[in-house]
């Protein structure tokens, strides 16, 4: 079925949560591609979306990916976080290279001397970008090209 002109897609915003620089870096994203897209996407933040029991947090933040086409994953440190590689994995496994990842890290971090992260990663997502301007160019092409009755999966995971 495909979406109406009016409803929102859904965007997994997927980054480290373990500290307040990390906190605060994942939520000055969201308002600025809120700010950016709001009348076309919906960002759903872990950070908002999930608590209580590590079970739950789970659930629903897979319940989140599941419903989220595009996704932005924050991968910035010397090694991408692995809560986030496996957000970026599943979505991969969900929608194809739809995810867009974001490094302003200046440290390597892949295998190869062009590398921007691990291939693994850097080859689930459709573009990582090195700044929120070309971040938001990134989703805007993503939303020109993606087919309006392509946004979810066929089946779920489990």
């Known amino acids: 079925m495909g979406k109406s002109l009016t409803e929102k897609v859904s965007v997994y915003l997927a980054g480290p949560l373990?500290?307040?620089?990390?906190?605060?870096w994942a939520g000055y994203l969201k308002e600025e591609i809120d700010s950016a897209?709001?009348?076309?996407?919906?960002?759903?933040?872990?950070?908002?979306?999930a608590s209580g029991t590590a079970e739950d947090i789970f659930e629903a933040n897979l319940a989140a990916l599941r419903r989220s086409?595009?996704?932005v994953a924050i991968l910035?440190?010397?090694m991408t976080d692995d809560g986030t590689a496996w957000e970026v994995g599943c979505h991969y496994a969900l929608f194809g290279p739809r995810a867009v990842g974001i490094r302003t890290d200046s440290r390597k971090a892949g295998e190869t001397p062009v590398s921007k992260v691990n291939l693994m990663i850097e080859?689930?997502?459709?573009?990582?970008v090195g700044d929120l301007p070309a971040l938001i160019r990134e989703l805007v092409a993503v939303l020109e090209e993606m087919p309006k009755n392509d946004l979810r999966p066929e089946e779920p995971l489990r």
């Not at 373990?18 to 605060?24: L, M, N, Q």
């Not at 709001?38 to 933040?45: P, S």
């Not at 080859?123 to 990582?128: F, I, K, M």
């Open 18 to 24: 373990f500290s307040r620089a990390e906190i605060d």
């Open 76 to 78: 910035d440190g010397p």
């Open 69 to 71: 086409p595009l996704m």
């Open 37 to 49: 897209l709001g009348d076309r996407v919906e960002v759903l933040w872990p950070f908002e979306i």
């Open 123 to 128: 080859e689930s997502c459709r573009a990582v």
